[in-house]
């Protein structure tokens, strides 16, 4: 990976001054171009060993393009807010809008790097790190984003020198501190498992780009000369509007018999009022109990709710909410993206919304409008929502890594029953309001929610993270069987 | 993955009768199509529990297509030919040619599902594994072949019924053995660990197919109707020829300042004939000693040869195979592929020539013409090329896992001596028919390849499989390097 990064690549001044007020006002060009076009956003991680000058190329692109349509990120020790979340959620909140350019100085290379290097990381699990890295970066290609990867590298006796020099130099010694010193220690160590990582994350789509980093003139221009070219390329290739997508096999038939997971339901179930009052006091009790015990900080509570109209989902939510003090829950509702967040990677909106440890997200429908409504709707293509589902069980994987519980609820209303709910709303004056035109056309499409809902849940029903099927033309079942379902999954998370 | 296989889905013989002929009827017409478009090959995966029909459907397919176009390979116990070789290498050989139909009974998902059951792999080789897999089938897709995986599910209480049923009549008892019995007590763990399997190998290209088992007219029609769908839909799709290129980002560009791994080397050494005679009997004494040890039986000894024309490939060869029996190694001359090897996926011509164990194989030229004369001649998309650099690493990966030992050589001529070999075989008789127009039309293209070379260094230099440059203006020199260099690999591994 680093052969072509050892050969001492120099400019001379003249060389410098020759070419970079042509490449700066080539840049200016580019990125207006980019914000122009407003297809695709991009995203320069910058990495590499410790004085091989990736702040000072920072600080070059900064002051070389418009800084108002770059946003830089720099990722150091993660702070509160970052530690009671996922890994990832960090750089989710950091990722560059289509249009506009997002430059990472640490990435998520850095962390299992260092920690693969100090040995705090066994091999497996950093293989697992990488395969979670490459299906991030997969999807981010796959919605649009354009990925740049610097490598900032240095031969061991350049980097013994440089750091040398720079200690010699007043101006700049405070530049060198004792962890640069200890770095440089583990030399062979940072450069075998750096190769490694590289190598099994230099893709097609996101290749990294080692750059030797000893020479200052060098290293700018080479760093602003790939992201001329490769911006430039694309911005001409979308121009001519080319297919991104993978060959899609067809996802299986609906069964043949007719007999599927919604149809064998009982959605109507005998639930006597009066006991549904006394077990609904006793759950919504149990559930504030379990959401209090000392056990909850290191966990959090993602609900999801998923359902034909009219099924019931907001007055679940409410007997659920009933029972929570308002500062450790939070109700998402999911409608159609706003602007910015389809400027965005389609899940961009819901990490938004991953809450920390010791709290609860209760999402009213959720990212799997991907598989139901756009699918149905066709607002995706067939290859998006194809690979929405490994995206999705990537997304619930994290979620459960960082310490989630997550439960998801599929309301089950027979058809029947939302026709009459239907009537009763436009009947209702007070009701009236619940009730629209989209509704009805949503239930013409019936017959096709039923595949994607019987897909979604065989696909997405993991260990980590199940569907619970709640039998919903009964209310007051309903609203039982998802309290009393909320109560046993934290259960057994806080055992 | 497997709830809407546990619904008891049917068929009644009056439906079966109904549909079957026309069914049959389209099969037949869609494997015309598909002989006669010779796009693409279609694969199909056969997995799932015991007794769920695998055989039996496989026999149905078979029964109402035309045999002549669909290859059926079982896997059972790999043989000994097989065992001496990487794990795929029996897939490989089983890839469907364009055009055709490959149905695989047993397939690279039956090994490690069973391994992990039985706990004999750990659930980090497993990760490994289906990272394997899905690098794999990806590349499959990419390569255009269309991948249909089928696993047939039955419910546990009805696996029970159904291996008791077969039991009790005397005319399929013979079909019940020891073995699935025991299969059976591992029933949930089976589950549980092939869940995982199919949740994280289930893709937008290669989904799985979940096939109720229990009725043998369902599954049987189920699977037929799934086929005709998945395939004709392709054909129609590749008559509007997509693309299938995932989004490329470009490849780093050459060093601003010309210097790169080629320039920099010291093509002209200086070798004395005189120590060349004396070395070179050494050297191939020892490699001739090396292939005899004890220890090779376990490993194989792969060597590429790569360089320029007239940069002394053919001389080093004959000078390594000199020391060597005729019976262990192959020379393997990589010319233009052939329209057989053209209908299978790029690899495809590589794998068949994998040694087995204890035998060495000499590529003259090899996989890296993608990435060199392909490249520089368009002969692929830049997609596909791009991608070649990770699929020749995990190729070169499998390799080392099952012993081999792999040695790449670029042998580095400069262009003047280039072109002092080129005069001198024109002006030769017996040198005459090794120069060629196309020579002369390649030597034009030397700039181009120069950063295809250097790319190549840059991006397949593994730890398993270096690159050595070889400084070859002085075929001397030359010759003693690779012998020396092949010792050295050799008696590190046998170590």
Known sequence: MFESAE????????????????????????????????????????????????GETVNVLNAWMDPRHIRTHAFGTPTEEEILRPFMWRFWRALPPRGSMGILFGSWYSEPILRRVERDMGRAEMDAR?????????????????????????????????????????LTRWRVTNDDWNHFAHYDRFREVSEHVLRQTSTGHAPWVVVEGADERYRSVYVGRVLLDAITKR?????????????????????????????RLQPAQTYPPARYARDMEQLQGRLA?????KGFDKHSLVVVFEGMDA???????????????????RVVPIAAPTEEEKALPYLWRFWRHVPRRGRLAIFDRSWYGRVLVERVEGFCTEADWMRAYNEINDFEDQLAKSGAVIVKFWLAVSPTEQLRRFDER??????????????????????????AVCDMIDRTSTEVAPWTLVEADNKLFARAKVLRTLCERLESALK
Chains 1, 2 share one sequence.
Do not use: C
């Open 130 to 170: 990488i395969d979670e890295i490459n299906h991030f970066e997969r999807m981010l290609a796959q919605e649009g984003v354009l990925i740049l990867k610097f490598w900032f590298h240095l031969a061991k006796d350049v980097q013994r020198r440089r750091l040398r020099a720079l200690e010699k130099n007043p």
């Open 426 to 451: 436009a009947a209702t004056p007070f009701k009236h309001f619940k009730i629209t035109e989209e509704d009805w056309r949503n239930r013409d499409k019936w017959p096709q929610y039923v595949p």
């Open 235 to 263: 911005l001409d290739a979308d121009a001519a509007e080319p297919s991104y997508a993978m060959p899609v096999a067809p996802i299986a038939p609906p069964p043949l018999d007719g007999v599927n997971l919604l149809n």
């Open 311 to 329: 099924a019931g989902k907001g007055s679940a939510i409410r007997r659920v909410t009933g029972a929570l003090d308002a500062r450790v829950y």
């Open 7 to 54: 050969l001492d690549h120099k400019l001379s001044k003249a060389e410098f001054d020759a070419v970079v007020p042509d490449l700066r006002a080539k840049l200016l060009d580019m990125q207006v171009r980019l914000g122009r076009q407003n297809h695709f956003g991009v995203l320069v991680l910058i990495n590499g060993v410790d004085g091989a000058g990736k």
């Open 289 to 293: 109990m379990l959401v209090r015990r």
